[in-house]
């Protein structure tokens, strides 16, 4: 059976296929398809994509990848060992409350998203397996949202149907985890996932965002770029998470206007007080990082594109103040710090040297690090060794986004 795909490795390839005939039985007499999805890191832009802001991502060289089939049923069947087999009816497409953080609500999204394109649902089996670290910031659920859409995509497609550009299933994906999964979010992460390799996104246009992209290697500019699980997940700070758009959106609507991109920041300055008096101080400095954050992420992409490290080290440190001062995302006080710690944990291993700063949502999940080359094996070993094997990992950029294609 030869696989029509780029970039996906043999190995990883047949343990998924082995892994769905042990489920659903031999693929030999069956249609199938390969889909793969890859993780996201966020270069640049913490926190700027629900404002109608500038981010700069890329996607990963850690993927999520899967086998389907039809079954000839009106149920999608999943297995994949990182949860318990699940189904999913497709009778209805009506978000459920009960699916919300789950599997099953992913699919029942994506299945709804799909069928709006004017494609016909039908059940499948599908096996997938991931090397995304869960909980880590890497857009894991992102990367499954675009897994599935890109599945339904293929496995109902019929002709007059126009295909699915990244943008549109990048909004899918978005709106699946909003409605279905039960997680605000912007729309960064799946549409990074959706693009493949390192791309700037703007946001201002939140029906149409635009893009451009980059081909940069910033092991060949003489850092690695470096991803520290802190050892705890989103989820106990999911309510903390939800609080940044909340009020960064609070003082846009005590201007007249609903995200910070749409107002003047004149207008801002003009009402500090009234803003501090009605909202208090922290939705203040949570609306400061935007602006201060924004301009940061168009002046390293400016960094990149002369490729110029150093300066985008330098504003990459100050994108890391900024997160912890102003829109104070790495820790929410207390004996609790696990992202606060490995900044520490970090920065002593460094001592000036490269970059760090908080990564994606924050308070959890993982820190980003720019590790001098030349200190890699080093900074990585003394970093698993305070927080486990495995906690450190060097990443590089894929160039590829969500995509499946026939076996």
Request: charge should be negative.
């Amino acid at each position: 059976m030869a696989q029509e795909i780029t970039g996906v490795d043999r190995g990883r390839l047949d343990g998924v296929r082995a892994l769905f005939e042990e489920h659903f039985g031999p693929l030999a007499d069956r249609r199938a398809l390969v889909a793969v999805a890859p993780g996201r890191s966020e270069i640049a832009g913490n926190h700027t994509d629900h404002e109608g802001g500038h981010v700069i991502a890329g996607a990963l060289d850690v993927s999520v990848v899967a086998v389907a089939s039809p079954n000839g049923t009106n149920v999608v069947r999943v297995i994949d060992p990182a949860f318990p087999p699940f189904e999913v009816t497709l009778d209805s497409l009506d978000a459920r409350e009960e699916e919300h953080v789950t599997s099953a609500g992913i699919v029942r999204g994506m299945a709804a998203a799909i069928a709006a394109t004017g494609r016909e649902p039908a059940g499948f089996d599908l096996a997938s397996t991931s090397n995304i670290p869960a909980g880590g910031g890497l857009s894991s659920s992102a990367a499954v949202e675009a897994l599935y859409g890109r599945v339904m995509e293929l496995l109902w497609d019929k002709p007059g149907v126009e295909a699915v550009t990244p943008v549109e299933l990048a909004k899918m994906g978005q709106r699946t985890e909003n409605v279905y999964f039960g997680k605000p979010c912007g729309l960064m992460d799946q549409l990074s996932v959706c693009l493949g390799g390192l791309a700037l996104m703007s946001f201002e246009d939140s029906a149409e965002p635009t893009s451009a992209k980059l081909a940069f290697d910033f092991d060949a500019a003489g850092y690695g770029l470096v991803l520290v699980d802190v050892g705890c997940d989103h989820a106990p700070f999911t309510a903390d998470y939800a609080a940044v758009p909340v009020e960064m959106q609070a003082v846009a609507r005590e201007l007249g206007h609903e995200r910070l991109c749409e107002v003047p920041k004149a207008d801002f300055d003009a009402h500090i007080p009234e803003i501090r008096e009605k909202l208090g101080d922290r939705a203040l400095v949570r609306a400061i990082h935007y602006w201060y954050e924004n301009d940061l992420v168009d002046r390293r992409w400016d960094a990149l594109n002369a490729h110029d490290i150093d300066a985008f080290l330098r504003l990459t440190r100050e994108s890391g103040a900024s997160s912890g001062m102003f829109l104070q995302n790495v820790s929410t006080g207390g004996d609790f710090q696990p992202a606060m710690a490995a900044l520490g944990m970090a920065e002593h291993i460094l001592d000036g040297r490269g970059a760090i700063r908080i990564h994606g949502g924050g308070f959890g999940g993982s820190i980003q690090c720019f590790v001098p080359t030349d200190a890699l094996d080093g900074f990585i070993s003394q970093m698993d060794a305070w927080l486990g094997q495995g906690s450190c990992r060097h990443y590089h950029i894929a160039e590829e986004g969500a995509r499946a294609a026939w076996l």
